[in-house]
C-alpha cells in the first residue's frame, strides 16, 4: 500500500523579484490573517478559535526573510483562497518557492 503523499508547500517569500524587501513590514500576518478561516475541516466554532493562524498558511521567518508558508492543501479546502495567495504574491512581484518546512529539533512529528 503506498503512502499517501503530502501536499507541498509554496513559500512566498518577503523579497521582490528585483531583490527589495516587502512593505509593509508586518505583510505576512495579514496576509496569513486573513487566510485564518480557511482551515481542513472548516472553521472552528469554538469561542476564540478565530485568533489564530490556518495550518495551511502560516507566516514564518526563513533565514532571515519573512514568509508565508501555504499548503498546497488549501487549493481543495478552497481554491479561491489559493489563488488569492497566490495572484497576491503575483501581483507584488514577490518570490515563490516550492520547498518543505522541516519540524523544529525535538519537536514531536506524529
Known amino acids: 500500500m503506498e503512502t499517501p503523499k503530502k ?3 509554496v513559500f ?7 531583490g527589495k524587501t516587502f512593505r509593509p513590514s ?3 500576518e495579514r496576509l496569513a490573517g486573513a487566510m485564518s478561516s ?3 475541516g472548516g472553521a472552528p466554532t469554538r469561542p ?3 485568533i489564530g493562524y490556518s495550518p495551511l498558511c502560516v507566516p514564518r521567518v526563513v533565514n532571515g526573510v519573512k514568509c508565508v508558508i501555504v499548503s498546497e492543501a488549501l487549493k481543495s479546502v478552497e481554491p479561491m ?8 504574491a503575483s501581483d507584488n512581484h514577490l ?4 520547498a518543505c518546512l522541516l ?3 525535538g519537536s514531536s512529528t506524529s
Open 12 to 18: 512566498i517569500q518577503g523579497v521582490t523579484l528585483e
Open 7 to 9: 501536499p507541498r508547500e
Open 81 to 88: 483562497a489559493w489563488d488569492f495567495v497566490m495572484n497576491f
Open 38 to 40: 480557511f482551515r481542513p
Open 48 to 50: 476564540g478559535a478565530h
Open 26 to 28: 508586518d505583510w505576512a
Open 103 to 105: 519540524p523544529e529539533p
Open 95 to 98: 518570490q515563490v518557492v516550492e
